[in-house]
Each structure stands twice: as C-alpha cells, then as structure tokens.
C-alpha cells in the first residue's frame, strides 16, 4: 500500500519570504503522480500544483515549485515570496495510474501559517 | 467555471439515524469519489464509483455506508445508522474520462459537508 508522510505538523514563516514543505512517500510503483492540495480555514480542497512521476522536469505555478526526487521518493512543495493567502493546511496526495485503482492517498499534513 | 456542489453543507443527526449526503459532480465527469476528514486529520478514501457501480472502497467503507447515483446528476453518500465516529467532514469529487495516454484526470473537490452526529 502506498503511504505519504509529511514530517512538519507546522511550520511559519515571514510575509514575503520563501518556505518549503516536505513530503516522501512510499510506492513500488513507476507511473504514479503527485500532488499538493491547499485547504484554507474554509475547508475547501484546492489544487496547488502537480507532478507526473514520469517527468523529470519539476512542476512550476507561478510561485508555487516542487523539488521532485523520485529515486528518493521525495516531493516538496516551494513557496516563494510569501502571502497571507498561502495561510493553510497543505496535504501531499499521492495518485497510482492504474485502473481499479482510482483513490487520491494523502499526508497528514502540514498547518502553514504566513506572520505579516 | 464548472464545480462540484455538495448539500447540505452542515448536517447534524442523532446516533443510530441514517443520512444521505448529496453531490452534483461535474457534468461530464465520468469517476466520483467519496473522502472524509476527521477533524485535525488527514483526508481518507472512502469509495470511487465508476460506470454505475463501485470501482474501488477503503475498509472504512463497511456495511452501513453506500453509494448511489439515481439519475444523471446527483451522487449520493448514504449513513445507514450513525455513529458518533462517523462525525467529519466528508468531501466528494469527480474527474474526467481518462482519454490519451494518461489515466488521470485532475479530481475536483466540493465544498464539503460537515456531519455532526450527537
């Protein structure tokens, strides 16, 4: 079974300045993708950025970036130039490519919180 | 821009009672999924409904939980008898025909309904 594991319960950080998240996980599979949701108080799921693990090239979205290992099995989420929006719980998701297999395996995740 | 909607958004009940949590994936969305998320936890799998019937369900999804899709819009989360445990926030989601090269499509999430059971 897959498994995802985000090591930072919490984490804050300055307006304006740069923060990463980690995240690793667990699979013996080769076509998977991966993902980091945001979820702001209002408990919405929003996609933040996604990674096809059959791409070498990191994912970018605006000031959103992934740091993609994948013979370490590790996926972490950059963010740049900070903003009190950013403020939010981040789930790393993990997703196998196979039919019958459709579910979204997520993190713990990690409460960030952006100090004006 | 297209959306998944859920009802209600807060649902209270009493233990033992049963209820049907609602969602309208998007429209040409061909996969829907059930998550929850206990407070202060991680989102969990719960089902995935393809094609009229159950494609894959977690070992939370026992007996008293069922899925349905009565006509071509709704896809309804059942709770036969509830249990103080059941107590989350449940979130549904739809994705795309998986057309290409690649089985995936982005999955989009509702708002969510917070169940409370007391």
């Known amino acids: 079974a897959q498994t995802v594991t985000q090591s930072q319960p919490e984490m804050s950080v300055q307006e304006a300045e740069t923060v990463t998240l980690s995240c690793t996980y667990d699979?013996?599979?080769?076509?998977?993708?991966l993902f980091w949701y945001k979820q702001p108080p209002s408990r919405q799921m929003i996609l933040v950025i996604r990674?096809?693990?059959?791409?070498?090239q990191n994912a970018t979205e605006n000031r959103f970036s992934v740091n993609f290992q994948k013979a370490a099995k590790s996926f972490s989420l950059k963010i740049s130039d900070s903003q009190l929006g950013d403020t939010a719980m981040y789930f790393c998701?993990?997703?196998?490519?196979?039919?019958?297999?459709?579910?979204?395996?997520f993190g713990t995740g990690t409460r960030l919180t952006i100090i004006p | 821009e297209p959306e998944v909607t859920q009802t209600p958004s807060h649902q209270v009940t009493q233990m033992g009672q049963e209820v049907i949590l609602r969602c309208v994936p998007i429209?040409?969305?061909?996969?829907f999924y059930w998550y929850r998320q206990i407070l202060g936890q991680k989102v969990e799998f719960l089902v995935s409904?393809?094609?009229?019937?159950?494609?894959?369900k977690s070992e939370i999804f026992d007996d008293q939980f069922s899925v349905e899709r009565p006509d071509g819009s709704n896809f309804t989360l059942k709770i036969r008898s509830t249990k103080l445990e059941d107590s989350a926030m449940y979130f549904c989601?739809?994705?795309?025909?998986?057309?290409?090269?690649?089985?995936?499509?982005?999955?989009?999430f509702g708002p969510g309904t917070r169940l409370t059971v007391l």
């Open positions: 989601a739809s994705s795309g025909t998986s057309g290409g090269d690649l089985p995936y499509n982005e999955q989009f």
């Open positions: 699979t013996s599979e080769n076509n998977y993708y």
């Open positions: 990674q096809e693990a059959y791409k070498q």
């Open positions: 998701a993990f997703f196998e490519s196979n039919f019958g297999n459709e579910k979204l395996t």
């Open positions: 429209s040409n969305h061909l996969y």
């Open positions: 409904f393809y094609n009229n019937e159950i494609s894959e």
